[in-house]
């Protein structure tokens, strides 16, 4: 895509992208290596317009899957169109002789489908940069599902589970000193030559193998059945707080949006923590809410900007509830 840093620098220069040498390097490698590129920050600060650079830079087009609460895989990768889909079967129907068998296959065809930028992307007769805005907005069964089948049927879970992380040195200038290369099978030269990656062993096959089961596979799986209950008590907060705020301190405290995937105890106990001080200020704030007419609890919200189905954040919860509990304080002295 690029042939050096120098030839990405001038691209970005030339669409008024202005990048410093980090975000550059960045870039370059990740265009090498076809990795993904994760990007967070403010609004505004020019996430979604690098990709859009970046783009232009490679004389190619942006695909953009715009995420929110409440997506799903139909919206990512794509659905059949029914009303088509039976129309053809009415028609087909009036012939003499139908084939049922093909007229099925043919139903099941890509002309029959609607594809989303997930499949669009993947499509594309040269590369596209596939940009998926506001990741951390997609609910739970979004994540477990559309993605989880994209990988799967389109073979894109090669490159998360197969490929092995790259530690890449830079100079004092900050340039890598040397490029790597992505194996020939996680090309689509070589995966369609049927070039595959070798099997991983079993971790703990491997452990047997080497004699070392004892007594600290029974205290790694006391940790791991002590984390286990951790997280089942992580879960059961989501419809005790709300899952704005649940998957608020999640993002906050752990950097995820899953306590499976959390592998410290001690992080765990602190997301579990947070959450529990979250689930007492909002039996609070329902408390106080039940006490003041709905106007003034209007008012209360409307001054804070913080309405409690978009809470995402202790601070934010705890300025709600010390307002409303000062308006309940108020209504009882005037009372």
Same mark, same amino acid.
Request: glycine share 8%; aromatic share 6%; proline share 4%.
């Given at each position: 895509?690029?042939?050096?840093?120098?030839? *990405?620098?001038?691209?970005?220069?030339?669409?008024? %992208?202005?990048?410093?040498?980090?975000?550059?390097?960045?870039? %370059?490698?990740?265009?090498?290596?076809? +990795?993904?590129?994760?990007?967070?920050? !403010?609004?505004?600060?020019? +996430?979604?317009?690098?990709?859009?650079? @970046?783009?232009?830079?490679? $004389?190619? %087009?942006?695909?953009?899957?715009?995420?929110?609460?409440?997506?799903?895989?139909?919206?990512?990768?794509?659905?059949?169109?029914?009303?088509?889909?039976?129309?053809?079967?009415?028609? /087909?129907?009036?012939?003499?002789?139908?084939?049922?068998?093909?007229?099925?296959?043919?139903?099941?065809?890509?002309?029959?489908?609607?594809?989303?930028?997930?499949?669009?992307?993947?499509?594309?007769?040269?590369?596209?940069?596939?940009?998926? $805005?506001?990741? $951390? +907005?997609?609910?739970?069964?979004?994540?477990?599902?559309?993605?989880?089948?994209?990988?799967?049927?389109?073979?894109?879970?090669? %490159?998360?589970?197969?490929?092995?992380?790259?530690?890449?040195?830079? $100079?004092?200038?900050?340039?890598?000193?040397?490029?790597?290369?992505?194996?020939?099978?996680? #090309? !689509?030269?070589?995966? *369609?030559?049927?070039? &595959?990656? +070798?099997?991983?062993?079993?971790? =703990?096959?491997?452990?047997?193998?080497?004699? =070392?089961?004892? /007594?600290?596979?029974?205290?790694?799986?006391?940790?791991?059945? =002590?984390?286990?209950?951790?997280?089942?008590?992580?879960?059961?907060?989501?419809? /005790?707080?709300?899952?704005?705020?649940?998957?608020?301190?999640?993002? &906050? @405290?752990?950097?995820?949006?899953?306590?499976?995937?959390? &592998?410290?105890?001690?992080?765990?106990?602190?997301?579990?923590?947070?959450?529990?001080?979250?689930?007492?200020?909002?039996? &609070?704030?329902?408390?106080?809410?039940?006490?003041?007419? !709905?106007?003034?609890?209007?008012?209360?919200?409307?001054?804070?900007?913080? !309405?409690?189905?978009? *809470?995402?954040?202790?601070? #934010?919860?705890?300025?709600? @509830?010390?307002? *409303?509990?000062?308006? @309940?304080?108020?209504?009882?002295?005037?009372?």
């Amino acid at each position: 895509m690029f042939s050096s840093f120098e030839e *990405l620098g001038q691209r970005l220069r030339a669409t008024g %992208y202005i990048a410093d040498s980090i975000a550059a390097t960045t870039v %370059y490698l990740a265009a090498k290596l076809q +990795k993904p590129l994760l990007l967070e920050g !403010p609004a505004g600060s020019g +996430k979604t317009q690098l990709a859009y650079a @970046v783009a232009e830079a490679a $004389d190619t %087009y942006v695909e953009r899957l715009q995420c929110y609460q409440g997506i799903n895989d139909e919206k990512a990768i794509g659905k059949f169109d029914e009303p088509l889909q039976r129309l053809c079967v009415e028609l /087909k129907a009036q012939s003499i002789s139908v084939d049922w068998e093909s007229l099925r296959t043919e139903l099941h065809s890509q002309q029959f489908f609607g594809a989303g930028p997930l499949l669009r992307a993947l499509q594309c007769e040269r590369p596209c940069v596939l940009l998926i $805005d506001e990741l $951390d +907005k997609v609910d739970h069964a979004f994540e477990a599902q559309a993605f989880k089948r994209a990988l799967s049927c389109f073979g894109l879970g090669r %490159y998360l589970y197969d490929t092995d992380g790259e530690w890449i040195e830079l $100079d004092q200038h900050g340039v890598p000193k040397r490029i790597p290369k992505l194996p020939r099978w996680a #090309t !689509p030269k070589g995966w *369609l030559a049927g070039l &595959r990656p +070798k099997p991983r062993r079993n971790r =703990h096959a491997l452990l047997r193998s080497n004699g =070392h089961c004892g /007594k600290g596979d029974s205290a790694s799986q006391g940790a791991n059945g =002590h984390g286990q209950g951790l997280v089942t008590e992580i879960e059961a907060m989501e419809k /005790k707080i709300g899952n704005r705020l649940y998957r608020g301190l999640l993002k &906050r @405290v752990a950097r995820t949006w899953s306590p499976q995937q959390i &592998r410290e105890t001690t992080v765990l106990k602190q997301v579990l923590a947070q959450m529990q001080g979250a689930e007492r200020g909002v039996l &609070r704030m329902e408390a106080a809410r039940a006490r003041l007419a !709905p106007e003034v609890v209007q008012k209360v919200i409307a001054s804070l900007k913080a !309405p409690p189905a978009k *809470l995402e954040d202790l601070q #934010t919860l705890h300025s709600l @509830v010390v307002a *409303l509990e000062k308006e @309940v304080e108020e209504a009882q002295t005037q009372g």
